[in-house]
């Protein structure tokens, strides 16, 4: 393996969707706002994208607080969809992202299947977006019936009419755990016409602090992110990839490193999101795409794209890559 400076030669380039990226590391949405606040401590045009967080059509304030708490090996959030909606994001946030050369993916949220289509006839044409992802999986809203992901028919309702709202974008439906059979909403979201998933989004968790006997966060439940469930969500990209090769997946979940990034490539991602890891080290997301390649080169990889879906491979006697450097 050949090496730039201390930098393996490796071919990180990937796809959203039919979309060439240079880097398959992208930030995770709800963990860095628009990506503005990510901008003193990395390049943000050497990410494969920005993943932004969910707008809404309406500002909307979230949940009451506390809305943060502390888990081992991770975090619980409430925040209940704030932001500045839709009107704001177009005027201001999208606009820095493009100003900056930041190629942006813009995550939607919203109660209804109208309320989602508005939003991406909103966003159509909007310079600097390079994907949608469509968060139909949010745990921190209202009622579990809200929760789009939880029901394949509702699932595809909500990807059908984004996917006619905005042709020529990939689209991409971003998963709950939280559910019996995920394959099968996968299965629904692509046969809607959804270009790829997004696997995981947190899952539904309850806190209870044991001086005031009661649960710490003012919501009650919110959402569980970080390492504890890693495994988890690289069983679902796992699942998925089996059951839908060709399906591009945006792999998350507790991702902290390169090699935590390998674990979704192998089980099938073609790119990944860091997330909480951006709260402790606001370079993560950089830090893991140059990780990874060192990590991918340490296993003979020349490109990422040979090793997205490796580990399904019957293991050989011969493979290469079972040789560490
Ligand atoms: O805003 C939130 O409370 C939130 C969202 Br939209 C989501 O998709 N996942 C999450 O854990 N929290």
Request: hydrophobic content about 45%; aromatic content about 4%; proline content about 7%.
């Amino acid at each position: 393996m050949t090496a730039a400076g201390n930098r393996p030669m490796i071919d990180m380039s990937t796809q959203l969707g039919r979309t060439p990226i240079p880097s398959p590391v992208l930030t995770a949405s709800g963990c860095a706002a628009a990506g503005r606040e990510l901008e003193p401590f990395l390049d943000l045009t050497a990410l494969g994208a920005v993943v932004t967080k969910s707008v809404l059509l309406r500002p909307r304030s979230g949940r009451p607080t506390p809305r943060m708490a502390e888990t081992p090996s991770g975090m619980l959030n409430s925040i209940g969809l704030q932001g500045p909606g839709i009107d704001a994001f177009l005027a201001t946030d999208l606009p820095w992202l493009a100003s900056r050369g930041v190629r942006a993916m813009v995550s939607i949220a919203g109660g209804s299947v109208e309320e989602y289509a508005e939003l991406a006839a909103r966003l159509r044409g909007a310079r600097g977006m390079v994907a949608l992802e469509v968060n139909i999986s949010c745990p921190n809203v209202e009622s579990r019936g809200e929760v789009f992901a939880c029901d394949p028919g509702a699932a595809a309702a909500v990807l059908a009419a984004v996917c006619s709202a905005t042709p020529g974008v990939p689209v991409y439906a971003k998963l709950s755990p939280d559910v019996t059979d995920i394959v099968s909403i996968a299965r629904a979201c692509v046969e809607a016409g959804a270009d790829g998933l997004s696997v995981i989004n947190t899952l539904l968790g309850l806190v209870i602090d044991t001086d005031t006997l009661r649960p710490v966060l003012a919501a009650e439940t919110g959402g569980l992110s970080g390492p504890a469930i890693r495994p988890v969500a690289v069983r679902c990209v796992w699942q998925i990839h089996k059951a839908l090769p060709e399906t591009p997946i945006l792999g998350m979940g507790g991702i902290m490193t390169g090699h935590d990034a390998l674990q979704f490539i192998l089980a099938g991602a073609r790119a990944v999101s860091v997330g909480t890891a951006v709260f402790g080290d606001p370079s993560a997301p950089e830090r893991v795409h140059h990780e990874l390649a060192r990590a991918l080169a340490n296993k003979g990889f020349a490109r990422l794209s040979d090793a997205v879906g490796y580990a399904h491979r019957a293991a050989s006697s011969t493979d290469v890559h079972q040789v560490t450097a």
